[in-house]
């Protein structure tokens, strides 16, 4: 059985970084793609980053620049550093996985079949 579990995430304050986890067990991470969304309440979800199994990624707009995805496949684990957080970044964070080919982009929370319960993450001004 797949689970993916986020931790990481907190209340902090504007300015100040972040850095996500994402453990995956019940199956290797070495040839998933991975990633990252989030959803504030009263919007729908929203793509933050993603990482392909050879290590490319993608950002979402609203953190390019200020934040980086990495994997270690050893430690069955991802992560994600969000730095200049602002209040407009506070949802909840949640991780993703898919290990099935298909012909959507990494960007589209329909490909991922295994999610995980998601981590708060609240920035005050």
């Known amino acids: 059985q797949v689970q993916l579990v986020e931790s990481g995430g907190g209340l902090v304050q504007a300015g100040d970084s972040l850095r996500l986890s994402c453990k995956v067990s019940?199956?290797?991470?070495?040839?998933?793609?991975m990633g990252w969304f989030r959803q504030a309440p009263g919007k729908e979800r929203e793509f933050v980053s993603g990482?392909?199994?050879?290590?490319?990624?993608l950002y979402g707009d609203s953190v390019k620049g200020r934040s980086t995805i990495s994997r270690d496949n050893a430690k069955n684990t991802i992560f994600l550093q969000v730095t200049s957080l602002e209040p407009a970044d506070t949802a909840v964070y949640y991780c993703?996985?898919?290990?099935?080919?298909?012909?959507?982009?990494?960007?589209?929370?329909?490909?991922?079949?295994?999610w995980g319960q998601g981590t708060q993450v609240t920035v005050s001004s």
């Open positions: 993703a996985a898919r290990w099935t080919l298909t012909t959507g982009t990494i960007s589209e929370a329909r490909t991922y079949g295994y």
């Open positions: 019940g199956r290797s991470l070495n040839y998933a793609v």
């Open positions: 990482i392909t199994v050879n290590g490319d990624t």
